[in-house]
């Protein structure tokens, strides 16, 4: 089965900078990487996906790539800001029927004023 | 219009007893998941039901949990005989039907299991 890792497990930047997370997969026919966004105390929240008939897609301050050759996707967050501060789970999914989403082990950002 | 509702937020329990954690999905989502988040850790798929129906029950464990999601009423994830190592927040999802699959899992605010 699929199978998502993810890099680094915690991550503190200085309000400002940027931050990247990256991950890997491995089953070459998932086709959906979603990106989510836990708080303390709440349930993940999605924040951005991108398909892989795309190789990037931006939203504000959020930009994903997707190197499906490589089987690697990342998420970068410029102009980080206090309210950044959380957990983020990428995540994979391949297109069937229904959606079986695996998630990789979470990045602990850590934005500090 | 209300999201995915999950009670118990939080529930105690003494090692043997029993576990039940409700979830209602959003109105119009007939597709339901339920993740396990252990402490320091990510989310583990368990089960993903549709009405009346167990689609994909692979990352259940084999004793002693099930999971159901009658055509009324919400889901339930059952925790039979509950021991020390199911300590944790069980997060269910739920997403509107789809022909293809992909699509975006809307979460509730998760149930956190402590035993004792």
């Known amino acids: 089965g699929e199978n998502v890792e993810q890099h680094p497990s915690t991550l503190s930047v200085q309000e400002g900078d940027s931050a990247v997370i990256k991950c890997t997969y491995s089953?070459?026919?998932?086709?959906?990487f979603p990106w989510y966004k836990q708080e303390l105390g709440k349930g993940p929240q999605l924040i951005i996906d991108?398909?892989?008939?795309?190789g990037e897609k931006k939203d504000q301050r959020i930009a994903v790539t997707l190197n499906k050759t490589a089987k690697h996707f990342s998420l970068h967050i410029t102009e980080t800001q206090p309210e950044d501060s959380a957990v983020y789970f990428c995540?994979?999914?391949?297109?069937?029927?229904?959606?079986?989403?695996?998630f990789g082990p979470g990045t602990s950002l850590s934005v500090i004023p | 219009n209300a999201g995915v509702m999950q009670n118990p937020r939080h529930l105690v329990r003494r090692r043997g007893q029993e576990a039940r954690l409700r979830c209602s999905p959003m109105?119009?989502?007939?597709?339901v998941y339920w993740y396990r988040q252990l402490p320091e850790e990510g989310l583990k798929f368990m089960v993903y039901?549709?009405?009346?129906?167990?689609?994909?029950e692979s990352g259940m464990p084999k004793e002693r949990f099930s999971a159901e999601f009658p055509k009324e009423g919400p889901s339930i994830l059952r925790i039979q005989q509950v021991v020390r190592g199911d300590s944790a927040a069980y997060f269910c999802?739920?997403?509107?039907?789809?022909?293809?699959?992909?699509?975006?899992?809307?979460f509730g605010e998760g149930s956190r299991l402590t035993v004792l």
């Open positions: 999802a739920s997403s509107p039907p789809s022909r293809g699959g992909t699509g975006e899992l809307f």
């Open positions: 089953d070459s026919a998932s086709n959906y």
């Open positions: 991108i398909r892989s008939n795309v």
């Open positions: 995540a994979a999914s391949i297109e069937t029927s229904y959606d079986k989403v695996i």
């Open positions: 109105k119009g989502h007939s597709h």
């Open positions: 039901l549709q009405k009346e129906n167990i689609i994909d």
